[in-house]
């Protein structure tokens, strides 16, 4: 019964069923890794030849619309000739080319001004509306660049572009063509796109501007699609897999048109793109299942053939575990098994000459045991020895006597290391007479066997004296009647401290456990060595603490005296800073009714006036203001009114301060800025634009919050150059310093003029910052109080390169 579940363990869960699950395993791996590396080869290259296929009609379509618009460029320069001056010219020309390009479906002339002089379409025209689109980006753009290109936009469901073309000539006005954008479909039919893909034109914000017959809808937001949300960012680039507005996975292929911003995107379904993947997947599916039957059949077989030997071989082997020696397995299959077998008999008799010697074995193995104890008992006591004392001299002899005892040696000598004189000298001796005069008892450290183990760290052994080379221990241990000595060095982090000698009048090798043993006495010779020491270190180190407090003493006399004489000084530095504080106070109560820069040089000058006596000196002056701050006032709560105003000059104080200008008044929102005085600065006229600038940047934010807060304001700025009389208007009890000259009236006109937005500087002023500015000449202004006109520039912006350019020259002017 016993055998019959043997058995049907041995099949279920034996040799049998491991051998067959590994046949099988086998099997099914090397088909799966077959057909797993297959297929992947394949995908790759379906993946590679059809994303490639999809790039280069993506990037010939994307060649032919960039050439279409191209060649609609030129066509719509052909109106901006010079030699069409008049209203009829251009309306001829207007006509003639929106007969020969259909996709120009409007067109507008714009003077120089950015009025409207002519709009002409294929159903109406209309002359002279004076629209204005000068602050138009389709005229400012193409007024600077000579052509420019509009983003595209929906007029319902068809897609529309603008471009710009300014004319020959100064002044001479821009043309404004709107292009119907459905003719892009024409490039994406079935013979360019496929039978399967389908491709699309998105523009710069994800709108679909062109689709094939099976793309996404004309006007749909694929902004979102992972395809496409990529190259909408500057550092975006193409993918080569993503989804389509359903959510379906694609291979994807996209090519820009630079020029325009757009994008073009030919798509293919993963799913039908990858149809052959699959049959090959059927297919290796299959294979492996007719493996897995052929395996298991093969597995099968080949396993109860090898049932019968391998079960004989179990049941040897456990009447081998049970003692039976005397058992032996009889195989026959002329092969590894049958090898098993006799290596089985043969352990069998080896296993019963083996437990006939292992008792006088364990005897051998208790006598050197016993041994082992006993030098371990000697390690202890020597240890108690060491740590007992503190005296080197009461703690070597232990040491020696036992070392002596251990090793059965004839004598033994500790020497101790002078680091000063690079010299052994013999510290205690056992079996040797020490006392006497000899040469053992100062040995030098060069040439000699002690200076030799020290050099290494390590013991070193010599079997015979007799074969070794002559130096002083060597002759003093042969005259004595050595023969063999042992030299153990006596070592730690901080040196050589010594060495422990063994001699022996018989010579012969010293057995490796008698040398680690006596490594260990060495350990225990530096231990006592090293407390004695340290104990002498803090001897003398408690003798100089004695000292340095005697010393401490008198310097903490000493200390107090200097601590009063401290106290004297704190009283008389206490009094200083209350001084100085009471002048910052006053500085501070000058500055909020005076400038800054007034109020310190008034404080800086001990009391004297004389920096304010009226003087000439030329200065930058800046106006500023509110455009309809008026009727702002009028129509709003006063409370209200107040914010605005703090908010307001909040901003612009920051931007004063920081630019070192002089704030010479406000007057409800206007605000009048000196630079060079009383301060003088090379660059006040730089200065002075450079922070009106960032005063429109700043007040536009604000601007825009006020209205959302349903307020409409604007923010101008006028800014003169020229000479004025400087320095403190008023009466005794109130005094103000102010700049007197025409250049004021200058500003403050020039202010008057500018409207929202708007920077107006004197023609002097644009001549100092020409380099770093982009400016707009204006018409020649009417100023009140002036009797010739006035030529005046509009700052645009201001130029951070070519600022930083000269900042750069600046530095290597300094160096």
Known sequence: MIGVKDKIWFLREGLFAKYVISLVGLVVFVLAVNGAVETWINYRATRTTLIDGLGEKAEATAKRIEQSIADLERQISWVTHASSQTLEQHRADYAQLLNQVPAVSQLSLLGGNGRELLRLSRTQMLVGSQADFSRDVRFTETVTRGVSFAPAYFRGSNPYMSIAVAHSGFNAGVTVADIDLRFLSDFLGDAQVGKTAYAYVTDSRGEVLATSAKGPDIGKDLSSLPQVAPLMTPEGAPLASGTDSDGHAVFTAASAVPKLGWFVFFEQPTAQALTPIRDQLVRIALLIGLGLVVAILAGTLLA??????????????????????????????????????????????????????????????????????????????????????????????????????????????????????????????????????????????????????????????????????????????????????????????????????????????????????????????????????????????????????????????????????????????????????????????????????????????????????????????????????????????????????????????????????????????????????PIKFADHTKRAVKMAVEMRDTIGVLTQKWRNRGHSLGFGVGIALGYATLGQIGFEQRLEYAAIGSVTNLASRLCDEAKADQIVVSRRVYGMVEQWVDGKPLDDLQLKGFNHPVLAVEILRWREEADAVDLAAARRRKQ
């Not at 016993?370 to 703690?395: F, M, P, T, Y």
């Not at 000899?438 to 030799?452: N, R, T, Y």
């Not at 241990?477 to 042992?486: D, E, N, R, T």
């Not at 800086?604 to 509110?626: A, I, P, Y």
Request: include cysteine; charge should be negative; proline fraction near 2%.
């Open 304 to 677: 109860r053939r090898m049932l019968i030997p391998i079960t004989a071989l179990r049941t040897g082997a456990r009447r081998l575990g049970a003692g039976d020696f005397s058992h032996r397995i009889d195989v026959h299959t002329k092969d590894e098994l049958e090898e098993l077998a006799n290596q089985f008999n043969s352990m069998a008799g080896q296993l019963h000459e083996t437990y006939t010697d292992l008792e006088s074995k364990v005897e051998a193995r208790t006598r050197d045991l016993a041994q082992s104890i006993n030098e371990l008992k000697v390690l202890e006591e020597v240890g108690r020895a060491v740590a007992s004392s503190l005296d080197l001299n009461a703690v070597l002899p232990t040491v020696a006597a036992r070392a002596l005892e251990i090793t059965h040696a004839d004598a033994v000598l500790i020497y101790g290391y002078d680091a000063a004189k690079h010299q052994f000298n013999l510290a205690e001796a056992i079996g040797i007479d020490r006392s006497a005069d000899g040469a053992h008892l100062a040995i030098d450290e060069a040439g000699s066997v002690l200076g030799q183990a020290a050099a290494k760290s390590e013991p070193v052994a010599i079997a015979n004296l007799a074969d070794a080379k002559d130096h002083i221990l060597r002759d003093v241990a042969v005259a004595a009647g050595f023969h063999s000595v042992l030299v153990v060095p006596l070592v730690d982090q901080t040196g050589t401290l010594g060495s422990l000698v063994v001699l022996r009048k018989n010579a012969g090798e010293f057995s490796p456990n008698l040398i680690g043993l006596m490594r260990t006495f060495a350990h225990q010779s530096v231990l006592a060595m090293r407390n004695a020491r340290l104990f002498t270190e803090v001897d003398q180190k408690g003798r100089e603490l004695s000292s340095a407090h005697s010393t401490v003493q008198q310097q903490a006399t000493k200390l107090e005296a200097q601590t009063e004489q401290l106290k004297n000084w704190n009283k008389s530095l206490e009094e200083r800073v209350e001084k100085q504080l009471g002048e910052i106070e006053r500085i501070r109560r000058l500055e909020r009714f005076l400038p800054p820069q007034v109020a310190q040089l008034i404080a800086s000058s001990d009391g004297h006036d004389s920096l304010l006596d009226s003087h000439r000196r030329e200065v930058t002056v800046v106006f500023c203001d509110l455009r309809g701050f008026t009727a702002f006032t009028e129509a709003t709560e006063p409370e209200e009114a107040m914010n605005v105003l703090r908010e307001y000059h909040a901003a612009l104080g920051e931007l004063i301060f920081r630019y070192e200008g002089t704030l010479d008044r406000y007057a409800g929102d206007g605000v009048m800025i000196l630079f060079n005085a």
